[in-house]
């Protein structure tokens, strides 16, 4: 048995900015102060028509690959976590594979599709891929590019931003990975999705807007209130470690306030947490990705050896998963 | 560490189908002798409405869940596989999850996609979660509603059919699963897919077709019938066994000259394979389960105990994918 070490992160931000006046002023809706006071967040990053999902999963790969000193050839398994694809088939992990020149070496590589709770999911896939011994570096890629499938005629829509961020895994003598656990509630497939696919593919399904991001309920905010803690609580018991163990802990950005929350009712200090939706907006799959990398840039990450590093995701499905390491400088 | 073991299979076929005659006459395009005698397809099966990815998949896995005498929570992950999704987000596996009434234990449940590869890669990834100890019974599901897709105005169309197939995964003290290996060449990225995705998910690609079916440039045979091969023994090399191991060798079901010309290469008797695109046509991620399936339906699996079984599959990307079980009653 080998563990998974994260070895190094990249992230990558689309140029174009909307700020949440800018917002308010082009769709003609009211979203503050709730957007700045309560989510977090002030504006928002938009994709250009070139900055696709495996443009920007690529860009922010490039990045985790200097960090690492590694060149494309060391990787040897690339998984590509989103519920923005490139295209419905094939997965967006081939183009970003070829992005990346990896199919030069036949480099394996695959998409998973937890919607916006990929984050912790594609930690736990790696590291059991390379906890086998038969893979040494693994590649993995949080991408968002869900203003694509805006309307932009409903104030939840200033949630969304677009970005990816990318963390490389590699094979350990010690831990490392710890564990995961993760729950699914598929009750609430209806809320809040692309309803384009199979059976819907058609022009008819585009006249009534199923090509877009359709939402139907809000999860209230109870989902990753009370959710969070008690999977933070399960994790714990299943990897045999307690709260003080904890160095930092980090969450799907999607709603400051709930973090603030969730982190009282744990009785940790929000020091022990890292948001970055202030600078980045929400954005899905790459988001906790995008706060690793931001901990470590501002240097959150230096005294945390042998410490445990918590990611926990949360996305439309519904899906919780958590995913625990303990940090290896 | 444990071993994964297949215990159950279960598939679902659409009611309707329609014959190359049928084919023919409807599109008028002429598809035979070829599709007969080289593909080995005489016949689809087209999805009805009600017939979606995920209701396909739901009803697969209810007959793998009886055959293995299981209750829907006896299931603890569930991953499903497919290029031909329910729709964008939220996963399909979240909606089979709910279907299966799952959604009462809060089951985890994700998607993966390596197109048509999916087969192998499924088994290979829940193979991983068993072997770690912290999971015990996993259901895989490929299911494929490509007919959905198509536009009926190619011949190359003739090639698709939909249907589900599913298979349980137990954890077990003996082999079980031996390891798998995979490629992928993102190259190909543009000579198959369904391209409709994040920038595209627009009334303009719509006009140009996106949402449906795009073949760009054929594959080459020699990519399954040198690749199979090639495949197969990189496998054996990988997990220390040889070709005189192997009991049964399943592959996408996708053209039955490759299929035998990769046996005569292999140097294997036809027997120690199954076809099922005669009874099935093509259907993409679920084939390999629904090849296994009427394998043991047809009780040649009688004599494999503590043989080799192998999967073999192969999708758009381009992806190949083979993963190695010891068979056990």
Redesign the interface.
């Known amino acids: ?1 080998k563990y998974a070490k994260i070895v190094a992160t990249g992230i990558y931000v689309p140029q174009k900015v909307m700020t949440n006046e800018e917002f308010e002023r082009i769709t003609h809706m009211n979203i503050e102060p709730h957007y700045s006071q309560v989510l977090g967040i002030t504006h928002r990053h938009i ?1 250009s ?1 070139e900055e ?2 495996a443009y920007m999963a690529a860009e922010a790969a490039k990045k985790a690959l200097e960090r690492a000193g590694m060149k494309p050839k060391d990787i040897d398994l ?1 998984i590509l976590g989103t ?17 990346l020149g ?2 030069e070496h ?10 916006c ?1 990929n984050g912790a ?1 594609l930690l736990d ?1 790696a590291s ?2 390379i ?2 011994g ?1 893979y040494r570096n693994v590649l993995v890629i949080g991408t968002y ?1 869900m203003t ?2 805006l309307s932009w005629k409903y104030p939840w829509e200033a949630l969304f931003s677009d970005g990816a961020g990318a963390v490389i895994l590699s094979a350990s003598e010690e831990p490392g990975y710890l ?1 995961a656990t ?8 209806y809320n ?12 008819k399904a ?1 006249e009534n807007g199923l ?2 991001l359709d939402f139907r309920a809000p999860y209230p905010a109870e989902v990753n209130e009370e959710g969070w803690p008690a999977l933070v609580n399960k994790l714990l018991k ?1 990897i045999g470690r307690k709260l003080e163990d904890v160095g930092l802990i980090l969450f799907t950005q999607v709603r400051k306030k709930s973090i603030v929350k969730v982190m009282e009712k744990l009785g940790l200090p929000m020091e022990k947490t890292h948001t970055v939706m202030e600078k980045y907006g929400y954005t899905g799959s790459a988001c906790v990705y995008m706060a690793l990398h931001d901990a470590i840039e501002e240097e959150k990450t230096k005294d945390l050896e042998a410490k445990l590093v918590i990611f926990i995701t949360s ?5 919780q ?1 958590a995913t625990a390491f303990i940090w290896r400088e």
């Open positions: 048995m994709s028509e696709t999902p690339l519920d923005t694809p490139e295209a419905i088939s094939p997965p967006t992990a081939t183009k970003v594979q070829y992005l990896m199919h036949k480099t394996p590589a695959f998409d998973v599709n937890a919607s709770a999911l896939i059991r891929y906890s086998m038969d590019a694509k499938f564990g993760m729950m699914t509630d598929g009750s609430w497939w809040w999705g692309i309803y384009m696919g199979a059976g819907k593919a058609d022009l585009i090509h877009k299943k996305g439309v499905g519904y899906q998963i």
